[in-house]
């Protein structure tokens, strides 16, 4: 009886070593690169409007500002767009705040409109799972998401 609980022990390890090994060869998401016209422009954009902080870049280039998303994630932008383009709404970048109310105290300071799902200006989206959402353009037409998911 012995063996056998020390063999269960033993294999029950071996199976939680194997998973959390093939859960580590799982993708990561590393980076989202966003090509924009006016690179100041959006650097400004992405830095007061979103908050978000500037990290070292390799280049050193001129045409581009990486910012850190998340403990592993990056954010790039590259400029040499020649032009804005259209974008839906559907393929966004999502970001979430500890407040809605006080993203849109921020949003107002820098005279960005935002709108709810359907489109409503001024307007927040309450999800049936509760969150709040609210939506934006940046400085190229890239479409953003707010939101205060933060479980």
């Known amino acids: 009886m012995k063996k056998a609980c020390y063999i269960f022990s033993l294999s029950l390890a071996l199976s939680f ?9 799982k993708p990561v998401l590393n980076h989202i ?3 924009v016209v006016d690179l100041k422009t959006s650097t400004q954009f992405y830095q007061q409007v979103i908050g978000l902080d500037t990290i070292p870049e390799p280049f050193h280039d001129g045409r581009h500002t990486w910012f850190s998303i998340g403990t592993h994630g990056h954010l790039h932008i590259i400029s040499g767009a020649t032009s804005k383009t ?31 799902w359907a489109g409503e200006k001024n307007t927040v989206t309450k999800r049936v799972d509760g969150v709040q959402q609210l939506y934006f353009r940046d400085p190229d037409g890239y479409w953003i998401e707010i939101n205060d998911d933060n479980k």
């Open 17 to 25: 070593i194997t998973m959390m090994a093939a859960a580590q060869n």
């Open 33 to 35: 690169a966003l090509y």
């Open 86 to 116: 259209a974008h839906d709404k559907n393929a966004h970048l999502c970001f979430s705040v500890p407040s809605i109310n006080d993203f849109i105290t921020n949003l107002k300071k820098y005279g960005v409109a935002y709108e709810n």
